[in-house]
């Protein structure tokens, strides 16, 4: 893969639902950047394993990656609470993690060449995915205004969930993705922490476009 030269490379982790996405999404839009949210490709591979349990397999893995459209991502059935938990045990497997590895360094470095860069986000960005990023963003929020973010989503959503289910949900994804050996979520020392907990999604971009603007200004 040929990597495009003097492009914009932001990378964010963070625990799920802490409002990366939303930030990703505006980062991208501000600054014209292509935008993978990476969480959504283990998710489709999740949502694989609870289709086709029999015929699950590296082999088909690869397959479905090959032929996978940016768009295939937004599909709306990918936002349910036991297609994340598939993706989260799916996630904890190595030969997958490589698998995905290799979408995502074009997604990163080879970006189309109408943007001027990418934002990647999910759990390994920082720390594994886009090591050299030219911005390195840890964002999270407490456990309870996650769940109460996500549960908000789910209704919208129509999706029949619990409060307490989210919760719960919430507390074993972010143990699985925290614990397991290949590409734990962690914030790295060279990463600049953005707390959402108590920030508006405005005042939260208007933190990170100040940071991001100073360096891209001088
Ligand atoms: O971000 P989202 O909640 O959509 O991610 C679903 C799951 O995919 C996460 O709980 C995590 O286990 C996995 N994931 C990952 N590495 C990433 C992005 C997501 O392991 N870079």
Redesign the pocket.
């Known amino acids: 893969m040929k990597k495009r030269n003097n492009i914009i490379t932001v990378a964010i982790?963070s625990p799920?639902?802490a409002g990366?996405?939303t930030q990703a999404k505006l980062i991208a839009r501000h600054y014209n950047l292509f935008h993978l949210?990476?969480?959504?490709?283990?998710?489709i591979i999740?949502k694989l394993k609870i289709k086709y349990p029999k015929k699950f397999s590296y082999s088909l893995i690869k397959k479905k990656i090959k032929i996978l459209k940016i768009k295939d991502l937004n599909n709306k059935n990918?936002l349910s609470d036991k297609v994340?938990t598939s993706?989260?045990i799916v996630?904890?497997d190595k030969k997958i993690?490589n698998i995905?590895h290799r979408f995502?360094q074009k997604c990163a470095y080879s970006p189309p060449t109408k943007y001027a860069g990418s934002v990647l986000?999910?759990?390994?960005?920082i720390s594994v995915?886009v090591r050299d990023a030219m911005f390195k963003f840890f964002i999270t929020a407490s456990l309870e205004t996650r769940a109460k973010r996500r549960f908000r989503e789910y209704k919208s959503l129509n999706k029949k969930i619990s409060f307490r289910e989210v919760l719960k949900s919430l507390k074993n994804?972010d143990k699985?993705?925290r614990q397991?050996k290949h590409?734990p979520?962690k914030k790295t020392k060279d990463s600049i922490l953005i707390n959402t907990t108590k920030l508006s999604r405005k005042r939260c971009f208007e933190k990170i476009k100040a940071i991001m603007d100073r360096k891209l200004k001088s």
């Open positions: 982790d799920a639902a990366a996405g949210d990476t969480g959504r490709i283990y998710r999740g990918l994340a993706a989260s996630a904890k993690r995905v995502q986000d999910g759990r390994d960005i995915q994804r699985s993705d397991r590409g979520l």
